[in-house]
């Protein structure tokens, strides 16, 4: 069995990943969060053979005394992290809280690493955010030119890995995917929120009107990506993980309407744009179609109708819980 520590486990990509290394039964996991583990409703593998899955709640900014115990003991030959403060629009309430997790906390962690001799991979999940607004080709050597606080955390994370493994036999490998959706996130986002609100009765709010282009990429396809990477990458590079083409936010928003039988025009509402909203992330994954032979497989049509259908389904114990970003210092 291969070792494999996934670091924030409770976000909706890392319990994704672990499903999908539990449903591989190669691996030995440990998932590591700083809440406590979450439901089924959004913790998918929880609905597998755990034998193999352990648990510990760990936060990164104040317990790395008790990781570098964890990691003495279970000796991952590979690291997968999740972990970040990552929302954008609040990252201008607490900047220093998105740059103490992403950046401060990270470079705390990888100095604890960086020459484990037990590690064949780290794979660090970042962000196409830390490239602005994407124009053109966008390729993995593109610009840093982000635009938000949380943004400009991520890109320090990333420099700073990228010195770590320069120095030293860090095997450092870096992700970019766009944004990611599917059964099981989280319900504040865009395509279970639009589906929430049509069932709650309540409205849509666009900012900009919807009208920013996002690449939007099921989960389990980027999970995939991600074990590609994790098993296959090479040390010091970055890939990225896209579909073929963007789409509109408020046509995301109209699909989910005609899907349910919801008039767009009385679901939406337009508001102004949000602060530091770039208009479209559209990037290049040529690198990882040709080096892992990767592709996105799921349609996005396929995907939002799986997500409209398991909202509809869980929607009594959806219903119980908050439909907005709560922040955690």
Request: with cysteine; proline share 5%.
């Amino acid at each position: 069995m291969k070792k494999v520590l996934v670091i924030g486990s409770n976000s909706f990509s890392g319990s994704d990943f672990i499903d999908l290394l539990l449903e591989k039964s190669e691996y030995e996991v440990v998932g590591i969060s700083r809440s406590p583990e979450k439901s089924a409703l959004f913790l998918p593998y929880k609905q597998r053979d755990l034998s193999f899955f352990r648990f510990y709640q760990i936060d990164l900014n104040r317990d790395l005394h008790l990781l570098k115990i964890i990691l003495s003991e279970f000796r991952p030959e590979y690291i997968v992290n999740f972990a970040a403060q990552s929302e954008v629009a609040p990252s201008w309430e607490n900047p220093h809280h998105w740059f103490q997790t992403n950046a401060v906390a990270l470079t705390q962690l990888t100095n604890l690493i960086k020459d484990a001799p037990y590690l064949k991979r780290y794979v660090h999940i970042s962000s196409p955010e830390v490239y602005g607004t994407c124009i053109g080709n966008v390729k993995e050597d593109a610009p840093l030119n982000p635009s938000t606080p949380y943004a400009a955390s991520k890109a320090a994370g990333d420099l700073s890995l990228l010195a770590f493994e320069k120095n030293f036999p860090f095997p450092l490998s870096l992700i970019r995917a766009t944004n990611v959706y599917g059964t099981h996130q989280q319900l504040f986002k865009i395509i279970p929120r639009t589906a929430i609100y049509i069932m709650s009765g309540k409205k849509i709010e666009l900012h900009g009107g919807g009208h920013a282009v996002k690449s939007y990429i099921h989960i389990r396809d980027v999970s995939y990506g991600t074990l590609a990477v994790m098993e296959s990458g090479r040390k010091g590079e970055i890939y990225h993980f896209s579909p073929d083409n963007g789409i509109a936010v408020r046509e995301v928003v109209k699909t989910i309407c005609q899907k349910m039988g919801a008039e767009f025009s009385k679901i939406a509402v337009e508001t102004e744009e949000r602060l530091g909203q770039d208009k479209a992330y559209v990037i290049d994954s040529t690198k990882a179609r040709s080096e892992f032979g990767w592709k996105p497989r799921i349609e996005l049509s396929v995907g939002i109708e799986q997500t409209v259908s398991w909202v509809e389904r869980q929607f009594n114990l959806i219903s119980k819980e908050p439909f907005q970003y709560i922040h955690v210092a």
